[in-house]
């Protein structure tokens, strides 16, 4: 990702529309399964700017991780803690480490050029049993400058998600799009922008804050979508997510690497 998008995430993610929709998403799916547990070990992995490790602490102990040094700076500006700097195809965590892995926007990163590799290396850092949250770009009908902005790498299709994170050894339990009330306008955007912003050579995503009232709008199509994300798999939107569950592994304690941060 570029940097200038590290300093956007810092000041957006808190209210920011899109950031807070996923959100109530990610958590409706996931206390769908967890019910009423708590005291978990959680790691989001390629945390960028940090917001959604809040997001977590209501389920347990949380840490996060970003490959960059920028991601890291803002994370500590929020004054987060248990922060280590490492690369997602190379994790310095112990075997069996954590309840749940969050990856998102992170899988499809242009480094990663073998995403079933990556995926079995978190399933190892899993407990046996243990989660894995993924939410990434879908469709390459939507690919545009702002991906260029984002280092993506590929937009997933449910059918060429769904059997890596088989082959990496997860049995899924949900995947689905989200954005589906909002795909018709998010496709007609990214099309102005591939002929538009791309002859100007543009590597800065579309994200900048939305007025007041769109915003709430926008957020509440979102939420409804949460409510929906108990129940439903949606067939089409501009995001995927799936959570899938380790079926086979060893049970180790939790064990951060050497160069993990305790303090901001």
């Not at 209501?58 to 922060?83: H, I, M, P, T």
């Not at 060429?160 to 088989?166: F, I, K």
């Not at 543009?202 to 409804?224: E, H």
């Amino acid at each position: 990702m570029e940097k200038i998008e590290y300093q956007k995430h810092f000041e957006l993610e808190e209210k920011f529309w899109w950031f807070r929709g996923r959100r109530k998403i990610l958590m409706s799916i996931l206390r769908s399964r967890l019910k009423a547990r708590k005291n978990l070990s959680i790691l989001d992995a390629g945390c960028g700017a940090g917001y959604n490790l809040n997001m977590y602490e209501s389920l347990g102990l949380v840490f996060g991780f970003d490959f960059s040094e920028e991601a890291l700076y803002f994370c500590r500006k929020r004054g987060l803690s248990r922060l280590a700097q490492a690369d997602l195809r190379a994790l310095p965590f112990k075997s069996g480490a954590f309840d749940i892995i969050s990856v998102l926007d992170v899988l499809s990163h242009e480094s990663i050029r073998d995403d079933v590799e990556v995926l079995k290396d978190i399933g190892g850092r899993l407990k046996e049993g243990g989660y894995l949250l993924l939410a990434d770009n879908a469709l390459e009908m939507l690919r545009s400058p702002h991906d260029r902005a984002y280092h993506v790498r590929e937009r997933y299709r449910r059918k060429t998600l769904r059997p890596r994170v088989e082959a990496a050894g997860f049995r899924i339990l949900r995947t689905s799009y989200f954005n589906f009330f909002l795909f018709p306008v998010i496709f007609l955007v990214r099309l102005a922008e591939r002929t538009g912003r791309a002859k100007a050579g543009s590597v800065q995503s579309d994200l900048k804050a939305a007025p007041r009232l769109l915003n709430a709008v926008l957020g509440g199509i979102l939420g409804f979508e949460a409510l929906l994300s108990r129940r439903i798999s949606l067939p089409w939107g501009s995001s995927i997510i799936c959570l899938a569950v380790k079926s086979s592994g060893g049970k180790e304690g939790l064990s951060l690497p050497s160069n993990s941060s305790d303090k901001a």
